[in-house]
């Protein structure tokens, strides 16, 4: 099956720093890699996904890229702000819709 | 929509007993998702249904855990019996289709003691 594998672990960044994620996977199958965000004791809520037919998504100051032929992909976030605290899972998922999810990235913007 | 609703909000159950959980997805959306979450395993997808089908149960710890999804709008995680480390938080998730966003309910958190 699928194997998601995500770093760092935890990262620690100054207000206005960008943050770096990253993550790679196994099956060349994959197709949707997703990122989500998960604040402390609340659901993960989708911030921004990416296609394999596409390279690089933004969105104001997040921004993800895929590299399909190293099956990896990265998310960026410019300008951090305190609010941006919180743990992040990206996840990989092929056609038949089930996702594997990297084990997060626990963010923390100091102000 | 009210988005994806799962109750209870928290349980807390003696070793042995029997646990359900509910789970009511976003109306429209063809694919449910049953999550696990500890601090130790991350986040585990255990079981997911399209078009109230289960379609990989392989996440599925054991025997003791099992899932049913009689209608469209409808979904229960059952584990019988409990068990200390079966102690989590359970999301359940639902999206339009296989390629779209996961929208994940507000979770449970179960404790077994």
């Known amino acids: 099956g699928e194997n998601v594998e995500q770093h760092p672990s935890t990262l620690s960044v100054q207000e206005g720093d960008s943050a770096v994620i990253k993550c790679t996977y196994s099956?060349?199958?994959?197709?949707?890699f997703p990122w989500y965000k998960q604040e402390l004791g609340k659901r993960p809520q989708l911030i921004i996904d990416i296609r394999s037919n596409v390279g690089e998504k933004k969105d104001q100051r997040i921004a993800v890229t895929l590299n399909k032929t190293a099956k990896h992909f990265s998310l960026h976030i410019t300008e951090t702000q305190p609010e941006d605290s919180a743990v992040y899972f990206c996840?990989?998922?092929?056609?038949?819709?089930?996702?594997?999810f990297g084990d997060g990235t626990t963010l923390t913007v100091k102000p | 929509d009210a988005g994806v609703i799962q109750s209870p909000r928290h349980e807390v159950t003696e070793m042995g007993q029997e646990v359900t959980l509910r789970c009511k997805p976003i109306s429209g959306h063809d694919y449910l998702f049953w999550y696990r979450q500890t601090m130790m395993r991350g986040l585990e997808l255990l079981i997911y249904?399209?078009?109230?089908?289960?379609?990989?149960d392989s996440g599925m710890p054991e025997d003791r855990f099992s899932a049913k999804m009689p209608n469209a709008s409808f979904s229960t995680l059952k584990i019988q019996p409990s068990e200390p480390r079966d102690s989590a938080v359970y999301f359940c998730?639902?999206?339009?289709?296989?390629?779209?966003?996961?929208?994940f309910g507000p979770g449970t958190r179960l404790t077994v003691l």
């Open positions: 996840a990989a998922s092929m056609n038949a819709g089930k996702s594997t």
């Open positions: 998730a639902s999206s339009r289709t296989k390629y779209n966003e996961q929208f």
């Open positions: 249904f399209n078009n109230n089908v289960p379609i990989d």
């Open positions: 099956d060349s199958a994959s197709n949707y």
